[in-house]
């Protein structure tokens, strides 16, 4: 294969939409972890941000049109009403903004059976987009403050991932030790959905679509971790893969 003929895929990761201070200036701004978009590039992609947009179901299209992959990022809190449930006082307040239009990537993403991992909050986003409900505040739920120590230092926590997953074959079955920071999880699984990682206390730590498009979420954050790259060379792989479909289809 020559050169002209290999194609990095391009992977769309979304972003926070925050107030942020850069020397002199105090404006809300589009931001995320380096982590992130330097995990997507060390494994071969090329990334592209993607910061919340008005009209999200209009732009959501022509935005998707030119990805490979899509990436569901961290943040902060889903709107519980967004699943039918009052709003706890532990919750943040609302990012309509920023769920509308990951909920129309994500929607999007679906319908063209493009692959998508989605991390922490997009694993609640998905989870939530699929009919499912989250627990709010973790530590009422199940008593303890394991997933959040506070302070931006990630805990680390072993999760149990199953065999026979899209999961155990990016990071192998059994345990494996990941970076948390989150104080929401999954309550009712949403349709379609498999569990395929888990804590001890049962709490749901990953998921994948029982379809056979290609949608791995985890409630952990990989971009903190060296070895769990090996998550976002797996959405790289699948994306390439992607490409060359869709530029087969269009020259034949």
């Known amino acids: ?10 992977i769309g990761l979304t972003t926070y939409l925050e107030q942020a ?11 995320l972890p380096q982590q992130y978009f330097d995990a997507v590039t060390a494994s071969g992609g090329i990334a592209v941000l993607l910061p919340p947009q008005p009209f999200s179901a209009d732009a959501a299209g022509p935005v998707l049109d030119g990805l490979d992959g899509l990436i569901l990022t961290g943040g902060l809190d889903v709107q519980p009403e ?13 990012r309509p903004d920023r769920d509308e239009w990951e909920l129309a990537l994500y929607r999007g993403a679906e319908e063209r059976r493009m692959p998508v991992l989605a991390i922490c ?16 505040h973790l530590p009422e739920a199940l008593g303890t403050e394991r997933f959040r120590i506070g302070g931006g230092v990630f805990a680390t926590n072993t999760v149990s991932v199953d065999a026979d997953s ?17 104080h929401q999880g999954i309550d009712r699984l949403g349709d379609g959905l498999v569990v395929t990682a ?11 679509s029982a379809g056979d498009g290609y949608l791995v979420g985890v409630q952990w954050h990989p971009e903190e971790n060296a070895e769990d790259r090996r998550l976002f060379a797996g959405l790289v792989a699948q994306a390439s893969a992607y490409s060359a479909g869709r530029r087969e289809a269009v020259t034949a």
């Open 1 to 10: 294969m020559s050169g002209s003929d290999v194609r990095r895929p391009v």
């Open 21 to 31: 201070k850069q020397g002199v200036w105090d404006v809300r701004a589009a931001f």
């Open 82 to 94: 967004l699943y039918g449930a009052e709003r706890h006082p532990s919750t943040d307040a609302a």
């Open 121 to 136: 909050r997009g694993l609640q986003l998905v989870n939530v987009a699929r009919g499912g409900t989250l627990h709010q």
């Open 166 to 182: 899209r999961l155990a074959g990016l990071v192998g079955a059994g345990d494996l030790d990941v970076h948390s920071y989150h």
């Open 198 to 208: 888990r804590t001890d206390d049962g709490l749901v730590q990953a998921i994948e």
